[in-house]
Antibody, heavy 128, light 107 residues
Framework: EVQLVESGGGLAQPGGSLRLSCAVSGFTFSTYWMGWVRQGPGKGLEWVAN????????YYVDSVKGRFTISRDNTKNSLYLQLNSLRAEDTAVYYC?????????????????????WGQGTVVTVSS | DIQMTQSPSSVSASVGDRVTITCRASHGINNWLAWYQQKPGKAPKLLIYTVSSLQSGVPSRFSGSGSGTEFTLTISSLQPEDFATYYCQQAGSFPITFGQGTRLENK
C-alpha cells in the first residue's frame, strides 16, 4: 500500500523557519517525481514545488522561490521542504504528493502529469 | 503562468443528477489536465488525468473531456458520496496551477 506521511508542521513566527518531512512507503520512491502542494485556510490548492527522481531538477511557485527548498533522500525514502523567511500567507496545510509519470502515445515523457497519491497533510501556522 | 478558471464556483444538485464542471486554461496545455475531488479535512483524490483517463478505482460515472483550452468533468449520475469540491490542474508547464475549485452541494 502506498503511504505518504508528513511531519514537521507547527507554529512559527514571521521570518522563522520550519522543515517539513514526508516519509513514504509502498513504492519505489527513487523512480517518482515528488511534490508539495499547500492549501490555506478556506482556500484552494496551490502547488509549491516539484523535484525530479534524482533531485537534479527542482521547480517552485514564484511566491516561495528563494525562501523554500525542496529536497529528497532516496536512501531514506523521504522528501523534505525547508521553509525559511516565513510569512503569514504561508499558513496552510502542506501536502506531500507523488507525481504520476506522464506518457504521450505510450512513451514516458520524463515528467509527471498529476499527483496520484497524497499524504494526510501537516499544518503550518505563521503568526507572532 | 497558465491560469485555470473553473465554472461554476459552486453548484447545487440532487442524487441522480448529471453534473458538468468546466475548466478553462489561459493558454494551451497539451492536454495535461487532471481533475481531483476533495472532501472536507481530507487530501485531494485524483479522478482523471490527461483530460479523459480514469484513475484506477474511480467509478465510471466520472468522465473527462475537452481539448485545447476548454475541459469538462462530468458526473453522469450523482451519488451521495460525490458531494465535495472539485479542482482541475494543469501540468503543461511550470508552475503547475490549479483551478479555484467547484463546490458541489446537495440541493
Amino acid at each position: 500500500e502506498v503511504q505518504l506521511v508528513e511531519s514537521g508542521g507547527g507554529l512559527a513566527q514571521p521570518g522563522g523557519s520550519l522543515r517539513l518531512s514526508c516519509a513514504v512507503s509502498g513504492f519505489t520512491f527513487s523512480t517518482y517525481w515528488m511534490g508539495w502542494v499547500r492549501q490555506g485556510p478556506g482556500k484552494g490548492l496551490e502547488w509549491v514545488a516539484n523535484i525530479k527522481q534524482d533531485g537534479s531538477e527542482k521547480y517552485y511557485v514564484d511566491s516561495v522561490k528563494g525562501r523554500f527548498t525542496i529536497s529528497r533522500d532516496n536512501t531514506k525514502n523521504s522528501l523534505y521542504l525547508q521553509l525559511n523567511s516565513l510569512r503569514a500567507e504561508d499558513t496552510a496545510v502542506y501536502y506531500c504528493a507523488r507525481g504520476q509519470p506522464a506518457s504521450y502515445n505510450g512513451v514516458l515523457t520524463g515528467f509527471c502529469d498529476a499527483f496520484d497519491s497524497w499524504g494526510q497533510g501537516t499544518v503550518v501556522t505563521v503568526s507572532s | 503562468d497558465i491560469q485555470m478558471t473553473q465554472s461554476p464556483s459552486s453548484v447545487s444538485a440532487s442524487v441522480g443528477d448529471r453534473v458538468t464542471i468546466t475548466c478553462r486554461a489561459s493558454h494551451g496545455i497539451n492536454n495535461w489536465l487532471a481533475w481531483y475531488q476533495q472532501k472536507p479535512g481530507k487530501a485531494p483524490k485524483l479522478l482523471i488525468y490527461t483530460v479523459s483517463s480514469l484513475q484506477s478505482g474511480v467509478p465510471s460515472r466520472f468522465s473527462g473531456s475537452g481539448s485545447g483550452t476548454e475541459f469538462t468533468l462530468t458526473i453522469s449520475s450523482l451519488q451521495p458520496e460525490d458531494f465535495a469540491t472539485y479542482y482541475c490542474q494543469q501540468a503543461g508547464s511550470f508552475p503547475i496551477t490549479f483551478g479555484q475549485g467547484t463546490r458541489l452541494e446537495n440541493k
